[in-house]
């Protein structure tokens, strides 16, 4: 299958600073891609669906001021946590679709301290 | 999207097939059943899908009932490393550019 790699695979920060994490799709062009989160012990939630070269669409409950998301190019989306505080500590895990599937990206462990 | 109903956690014995059940009773004529496993710690991984047809490929079968309310996954022959969440999802059409909602999965335990 198609291979989607994030980056980076775990960061640990302070509380206050932001963080990028880099979603891209090696091996495919991806016109959509899709942010999810997940806390310990809890399925996947939706955060936002981001199409390449417009503003991304963001769940109802996600703040789009906190949660920056660019997807500039058809290979590359980013997801930009700003002031990070404790709570925002989570799996978070992209998804990039290619023609006919979605394929997920391996994760990034954010833990704010 | 349809919501589908899986039991929250199973046991298999390595080396014997697991067969997974979910419920999809409001599935609409133009929803597929997708299956995707996470293994701890890392992303969704897609196995299978199909529409109304019994499907199979390297990873795995899929049969849907006739009437779609219900479908299993099996794995013919479960390995430790099996061991992982399986998601059950139905989704409209088949365009991957519509989004997943993952519902809470069934924990699949593969035991030596």
């Known amino acids: 299958g198609a291979v989607v790699s994030q980056h980076p695979s775990w960061v640990i920060c302070k509380s206050g600073t932001s963080v990028k994490i880099e979603c891209r799709s090696l091996d495919f062009q991806a016109t959509t891609m899709f942010w999810y989160r997940q806390f310990p012990k809890q399925s996947l939630m939706l955060m936002a669906t981001s199409n390449e070269g417009s503003k991304a669409t963001y769940e109802q409950g996600v703040e789009k001021d906190k949660f920056l998301i660019n997807h500039a190019s058809l290979t590359l989306s980013t997801l930009t946590v700003t002031s990070a505080h404790p709570e925002d500590s989570s799996f978070y895990i992209c998804?990039?679709?290619?023609?006919?599937?979605?394929?997920f990206g391996p994760g990034t462990r954010l833990t704010v301290t | 999207d349809a919501k589908t109903t899986q039991p929250p956690s199973m046991d298999c014995a390595e080396g014997r097939a697991a067969n997974l059940p979910c419920n999809h009773s409001?599935?609409?004529?133009?929803?597929?059943v997708y299956w995707y496993r996470q293994i701890h710690s890392q992303g969704p991984q897609y196995i299978i899908h199909g529409l109304k047809n019994n499907e199979t490929n390297e990873m795995a079968s899929l049969i849907i009932t006739e009437d779609r309310k219900s479908s299993t996954l099996i794995l013919p022959h479960a390995t430790l490393r099996d061991t992982a969440v399986y998601y059950c999802?139905?989704?409209?059409?088949?365009?991957?550019?519509?989004?997943?909602?993952f519902g809470g999965g069934t924990r699949l335990m593969v035991k030596p």
């Open positions: 409001t599935i609409s004529g133009n929803e597929y």
């Open positions: 998804s990039a679709t290619g023609s006919y599937e979605q394929y």
């Open positions: 999802i139905v989704r409209v059409g088949y365009n991957a550019g519509n989004m997943l909602t």
